[in-house]
């Protein structure tokens, strides 16, 4: 292939030179036999994945030592586009002197920068990232034949963006332990959405069953009602609800004021409860029986306030006569 197959030479110029070079020439092309794998002392390994994206499809070979899990070499066969049998080339270049768990945390975002020219160009175009993400998912499949076990056990649950191979589980553990609010902050943590923008909103090159905008939105609104959740439980009277100050402050009223003033023919009415600056609350009180017109009302008002702030623990408490 060359720059002259193609119909314009802007298409080409999207592709660095080692992809193209790769395409034309891999390095690691080829096929591994069980003779060869006992004449060295490896076990084979032979892993096959398919794209439903474009139909691609890869092969690859593994002569894995099993005293060290350490592969030793490694080679693979490819059905599909330039792009894949580049990504697919440099992914088994990867792989090799690597253990099988160093080599399982290879991803197509390693392969795609490990071909490119210059370290800020991407290798290929946006929407030929789909084809570098087989290098991921037949890795994943190798590893676990080598370990016998189920590749979806391995495979995270549900990946949202398949360029960056990044699952929903990651996306919102960001999103709570940063604050993260827009795709912009989010992808100050994470590759997500860096690459063809498919999973970023709804009419992307590729059409999503869950997009990074709806994530963060509903993990937001989770943020929002496990915050409101807590402070319907808390005991802690600055983090209550509005109701649930109310309440408490009913209860030290009638179990710690009452009786005092009762004793003196007097008796104590709350009448509203406020929220205002500084998150302080304002008691509005009105006095009756005795209390009412009691020379003492200005002391019998700050011991209401004192015992208040006492037994709710906090001093964002103002009791106001009315």
Not at 279 to 302: P, Q
Request: aromatic fraction near 6%; charged fraction near 30%; proline fraction near 2%.
């Amino acid at each position: 292939m060359a720059r002259n197959d193609l119909i314009t030479g802007n298409v080409w110029e999207q592709y660095s030179n080692k992809v193209i070079e790769r395409m034309n020439s891999p390095k690691f092309l080829g096929e591994f036999s069980e003779e060869n794998a006992k004449k060295k002392d490896a076990k084979l390994v032979v892993a096959d994945f398919g794209s439903e994206a474009c139909g691609d499809a890869v092969r690859l070979y593994w002569l894995v030592d099993t005293k060290t899990d350490k592969i030793i070499d490694a080679r693979f066969k490819s059905f599909g586009c330039g792009t894949a049998i580049a990504s697919s080339d440099m992914m088994t270049e990867l792989t090799l002197g690597k253990t099988v768990d160093e080599a399982m945390k290879i991803t197509n975002l390693d392969v795609e920068k490990a071909l490119r020219d210059k370290p800020d160009t991407p290798a290929f175009p946006p929407q030929k990232m789909h084809c570098s993400v087989m290098a991921y998912d037949v890795i994943i499949e190798a590893g676990a034949k080598y370990k016998g076990v189920d590749a979806n056990q391995i495979k995270n649950s549900e990946i949202v963006c398949e360029c960056a191979r990044v699952t929903r589980k990651e996306i919102e553990d960001i999103i709570k332990e940063h604050n993260v609010k827009t795709v912009e902050e989010l992808q100050q943590y994470t590759d997500a959405g860096t690459y063809c923008k498919s999973c970023v909103k709804p009419g992307g090159h590729e059409e999503r069953s869950v997009y990074l905008v709806d994530i963060i939105e509903e993990t937001n609104k989770k943020i929002k009602q496990g915050e409101i959740l807590s402070k319907i439980v808390t005991n802690v009277f600055d983090d209550m609800t509005l109701l649930n100050k109310i309440k408490s402050i009913e209860k030290v009223l009638k179990e710690k004021v009452s009786y005092i003033l009762e004793a003196d023919g007097g008796s104590v009415e709350l009448v509203d409860v406020k929220e205002v600056e500084d998150n302080e609350v304002e008691v509005l009180i009105e006095y009756k029986g005795a209390c009412s017109t009691c020379n003492a009302a200005v002391l019998t008002l700050y011991m209401i306030e004192e015992t208040l702030k006492k037994e709710l623990e906090t001093d964002k408490i103002r009791v106001v006569q009315i």
